[in-house]
T-cell receptor, first 112, second 114 residues
């Protein structure tokens, strides 16, 4: 079983839609949860990070962590064509060595 | 701050050639990482470093070497390039605190081995 599972998509939505991106994980030691956005032929860019459980909001983006279900989500409201990218989840913890664990990424296209 | 910078952006190598991928960060982070990213395969860790003079292997270290003589620089060396090393290589540095633990990535080096 992989440490982190992420549906690769692709996901295609009309402009203005609400997008939900998700990852599940198996290691209960994870405490730090991140979402990265990667545009084509670019490096991953940190979008949001959350410590432990709960929600975090930043503009049109909301990150949710449910540690009891080992499930994290990223919601994008009022999606824009500029949101078209691959979104990677990542996690780490104080007792998981010095490594981060990444999902394989979900490809999102927002159609104008 | 420039963040994490990588050179070169692109490179084509012949089988058996060697090269060094350069990575520099100006955020004074102790931890640095090298990943490769293949289509549909996610990021795979090659090597990482927890500080100057200290490095350790990741998931896919074979065919690569690293050194860390300064906090800022973490070069990745490819010896005897093989077609299986065709990939996009990303360097990252890590910022770790009590309530945050994040990595910042460079723009990548796209390598083709023919």
């Amino acid at each position: 079983q992989k440490e982190v599972e992420q549906d690769p998509g692709p996901l295609s939505v009309p402009e203005g839609a609400i997008v939900s991106l998700n990852c599940t994980y198996s290691n209960s030691a994870f405490q730090y949860f991140m979402w990265y956005r990667q545009y084509s032929r670019k490096g991953p860019e940190l979008l949001m990070y959350t410590y432990s459980s709960g929600n975090k909001e930043d503009g049109r983006f909301t990150a949710q962590v449910d540690k009891s279900s080992k499930y994290i989500s990223l919601f994008i409201r009022d999606s824009q064509p500029s949101d078209s990218a691959t979104y990677l989840c990542a996690m780490s913890g104080p007792n998981t060595g010095n490594q981060f664990y990444f999902g394989t990424g979900t490809s999102l296209t927002v159609i104008p | 701050n420039a963040g994490v910078t990588q050179t070169p952006k692109f490179r084509i190598l012949k089988i058996g050639q060697s090269m060094t991928l350069q990575c520099t960060q100006d955020m004074n982070h102790n931890y640095m990482y090298w990943y490769r990213q293949d289509p549909g395969m996610g990021l795979k860790l090659i090597y990482y470093s927890v500080g100057a003079g200290i490095t350790d292997k990741g998931e896919v270290p074979n065919g690569y070497n690293v050194s860390r003589s300064t906090t800022e620089d973490f070069p990745l060396r490819l010896e005897l390039a093989a077609p299986s090393q065709t990939s996009v290589y990303f360097c990252a540095s890590r910022e770790s605190g009590v309530v945050s633990d994040t990595q910042y990535f460079g723009p990548g080096t796209r390598l083709t081995v023919l």
